[in-house]
């Protein structure tokens, strides 16, 4: 019985993940912003202290303060499974931002971090950015996950993608306003979900040492001349 468990949770999951979004349930997740402070939240370089800060309710980053930098949820830097919901807006026309997750320190210095990046991208950037899971994994390939990929890779590490059907189209995200984000990282297994749509998937199937199995939660800022919103960030830890 035990294994067979273990075989359907993924479906049962994506199952009720699917009918949370379509009934507003919010069981077993929890705020991680107060809406009011930074409380929780951490830059993870001095060039980003003065770039993240808390407007009208929402965690506000301004590129023009940090550049390409980082915030980071401090209370738990070890978060391996889990689902996480909020909410973004971007200003500007080459806005770049997104999420880190399982983020940990690049031992060989090529980046800042390692990780699994959830893209959110103005529109007109195209697909390979607004959308897509980017792989900040040096020392192995970094494969093509774009907006409407869904992507499996094999313990070869050859990627095989095909379409996502009814997947998040360009059409589906509110320009200049907000856009809700579901993430969701199980195992081997990512989902990139923004306005209840699919953006983008991939499942990992490479030896567990070379996968990122836990680190930190992080808010990005790619670039000057734009402000990348957050708010009602919610965190529901998976076993």
Not at 31 to 51: E, H, M, N, R, Y
Request: net charge positive; charged share 30%; proline share 3%.
């Amino acid at each position: 019985m035990k294994s067979t468990y273990k075989i359907l949770r993924p479906a049962i999951l994506f199952l009720s993940l699917a009918l949370g979004t379509a009934n507003g349930a919010e069981d077993g997740f929890v705020p991680i912003f107060d809406g009011k402070t930074l409380k929780g939240w951490t830059p993870v370089s001095t060039q980003a202290k003065d770039a993240w800060v808390v407007r009208d309710g929402a965690i506000l980053g301004d590129g023009d303060k940090g550049g390409r930098c980082y915030l980071a949820y401090a209370e738990n830097k070890k978060i391996g499974n889990f689902e996480l919901k909020f909410s973004y807006r971007l200003t500007g026309s080459k806005a770049n931002s997104g999420v880190s997750i399982r983020a940990v320190r690049d031992q060989t210095g090529k980046r800042d971090f390692q990780c699994y990046h959830a893209d959110l991208g103005a529109i007109g950037l195209g697909k390979q950015v607004m959308g897509a899971w980017d792989f900040h994994t040096p020392g192995r390939k970094e494969h093509r996950c774009f907006r409407g990929d869904s992507l499996v890779i094999d313990k070869n590490d050859k990627p095989t993608i095909t379409a996502i059907e009814n997947g998040l189209k360009e059409k589906d995200i509110r320009k200049g306003e907000w856009n809700s984000v579901h993430l969701l990282a199980l195992g081997n297994y990512f989902k990139f979900v923004i306005n209840g749509k699919t953006s983008a998937e991939f499942t990992e199937r490479l030896p567990k040492e070379k996968r990122l199995h836990e680190g930190m939660i992080q808010l990005q800022l790619h670039n000057p001349k734009m402000l990348a919103e957050f708010k009602d960030l919610r965190l529901k830890i998976l076993d």
